[in-house]
């Protein structure tokens, strides 16, 4: 029988503190190990001699730190161990990428069932570009059950959504060499469009996206027919667009006969509803995604619904491109969606990201957020030369973020800084970076949010 040794080491932390301890002391003893199953909270009280009250609160202060992990109707289970405590050197908050909450266990099981899955694929995959069947199934079954109905056949299979960007831009060069679009905007769009010699249009934006009154004027003054937008999360500056709101850009983007690139990369963070615009007017729009923010950047496994009479041409772009993405890389994401790690990843990325958010809005004293049930980052507005001071400064104190320059547009001045808050593996460096920047911000000589 499991002894849970309530001790206490610190007699002033409270009593499922010690017990969380407790539970954390046997994880390390090895005798939980990753993917074991916890007793159930009835048999730990009885156990430990506590309420059950106590024993929840216990395992929320360990889920909370990525030790455990609640699985509805399965019971709690221990995660993969990482690196095991904080790091104290560089807090890097530039990079937007999401915490791994695959346990080892199931990524090799993912991997396992992979390679046997990607032996049986014909010709080296190579006839199937857009990826099998069945791998666009699972997507398909994966989009429709998490954010719009879609068809296996109107899926395009890819190396990540920035190939899917990169091939959406491709696309839409042939009926317009503008493309309007948020301002600041992702840096994987920028770069893409200056690949391809297209040039980005900056487009005024609330705080709700963009203004329908400022795309109408950009696209009636310039006669651009395309709209590039991340309506949730959007990439720098966190915003989501809401149902009214698209409604009216849609609007404005039909009178225009303007098509809409729509990227759905952070849905997995949405709290105003699962309307795409790709639902609203399927015909005219290329819905995007991946597995990167809201499952692992390690599969690389990008999705690409473009409109269906546009599919040829895309499939055509993607043939002059690569031969499809590896379809190793294929099974695998979608092995790891029909082991239900998807489900798992999304739960605790939107606990992870609500916690985050209240964190770095209470050290920044931000009075409030645009998404504050949680959002994988930040943008702090300011002046660009205060953008580049505090980018500066920040990292001779050990701390990095997204300088302004990777995602300005020609000829914008407003500016700011992006902290990604899900990037630092613990919470405990995230803190320590985030009290460097508010100690940065207090000091007017160094930034001023506007
Ligand atoms: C808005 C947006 N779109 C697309 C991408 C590219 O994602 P992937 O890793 O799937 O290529 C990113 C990556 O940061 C992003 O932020």
């Known amino acids: 029988m499991v002894k849970f040794n309530l001790t206490p080491t610190d007699s002033e932390a409270p009593l499922h503190e010690r017990l969380a301890q407790a539970i954390n002391v046997l994880i390390d003893a090895g005798q939980f190990k990753a993917g074991d199953r916890l007793p159930?909270?009835?048999?730990?009280?009885?156990?430990?001699?506590?309420?059950?009250?106590?024993?929840?609160?216990?395992?929320?202060?360990?889920?909370?730190?990525?030790?455990?992990?609640?699985?509805?109707?399965?019971?709690?289970?221990?995660?993969?161990?990482?690196?095991?405590?904080?790091?104290?050197?560089?807090?890097?908050?530039?990079?937007?990428?999401?915490p791994l909450y695959v346990d080892e266990d199931m990524f090799v099981a993912a991997a396992e069932r992979s390679a046997r899955n990607v032996l049986k694929i014909p010709s080296g995959g190579l006839y199937d570009l857009k990826g099998t069947f069945s791998q666009r199934s699972v997507m398909a079954e994966w989009l429709t059950k998490t954010r719009v109905d879609i068809d296996a056949d109107d899926l395009v299979l890819c190396v990540g959504a920035q190939q899917a960007i990169h091939m959406a831009f491709s696309d839409v060069k042939k009926v317009s060499t503008l493309i309007a679009c948020e301002a600041p905007t992702f840096s994987g769009a920028i770069v893409a469009a200056n690949h391809l010699g297209l040039e980005l249009l900056p487009v005024d934006h609330d705080e709700e996206g963009m203004t329908p009154d400022a795309l109408d004027k950009a696209l009636a003054e310039t006669g651009c027919r395309a709209v590039y937008t991340v309506p949730v999360c959007q990439n720098p500056l966190g915003f989501e667009v809401g149902e009214t709101r698209?409604?009216?850009?849609?609007?404005?983007?039909?009178?225009?006969?303007?098509?809409?690139?729509?990227?759905?990369?952070?849905?997995?963070?949405?709290?105003?509803?699962?309307?795409?615009?790709?639902?609203?007017?399927?015909?005219?729009?290329?819905?995007?995604?991946?597995?990167?923010?809201?499952?692992?950047?390690?599969?690389?496994?990008?999705?690409?619904?473009?409109?269906?009479?546009?599919?040829?041409?895309?499939?055509?772009?993607?043939?002059?491109?690569?031969?499809?993405?590896?379809?190793?890389?294929?099974?695998?994401g979608s092995s790891l969606i029909e082991l239900g790690a998807d489900v798992i990843a999304a739960s605790a990325l939107r606990k992870e990201a609500h916690a985050r958010t209240e964190m770095a809005a209470k050290v920044l004293k931000l009075p409030s957020v645009p998404m504050p049930h949680g959002a994988p980052h930040l943008w702090l507005p300011m002046s660009a030369v205060d953008a580049e001071r505090l980018t500066r400064r920040a990292l001779e104190q050990g701390v990095r973020v997204t300088p302004p320059e990777a995602t300005a547009l020609k000829g914008r001045r407003a500016s700011g800084v992006r902290l990604c808050i899900l990037a630092p593996e613990h919470r405990d460096d995230l803190q320590r970076g985030l009290t460097i920047i508010a100690m940065l911000l207090n000091d007017t000589s160094a930034a001023t949010i506007v």
Not at 60 to 81: M, P
Not at 296 to 321: C, H, N
């Open 40 to 98: 159930p909270h009835r048999v730990i009280a009885q156990q430990a001699g506590v309420a059950i009250g106590t024993v929840t609160k216990a395992i929320d202060y360990l889920s909370d730190r990525g030790i455990v992990r609640g699985e509805v109707g399965r019971g709690t289970f221990v995660n993969a161990k990482r690196s095991s405590s904080p790091s104290t050197g560089e807090v890097d908050l530039s990079l937007s990428v999401p």
């Open 246 to 332: 698209r409604r009216q850009i849609l609007e404005v983007c039909l009178r225009h006969d303007a098509c809409i690139i729509e990227d759905d990369i952070y849905s997995v963070h949405a709290a105003k509803g699962r309307l795409t615009y790709k639902e609203l007017a399927p015909q005219q729009v290329y819905f995007l995604t991946s597995l990167s923010k809201c499952l692992t950047p390690l599969a690389r496994v990008g999705v690409m619904a473009p409109p269906r009479d546009r599919m040829s041409s895309v499939t055509k772009i993607l043939r002059a491109e690569a031969f499809g993405a590896p379809p190793t890389a294929l099974e695998f």
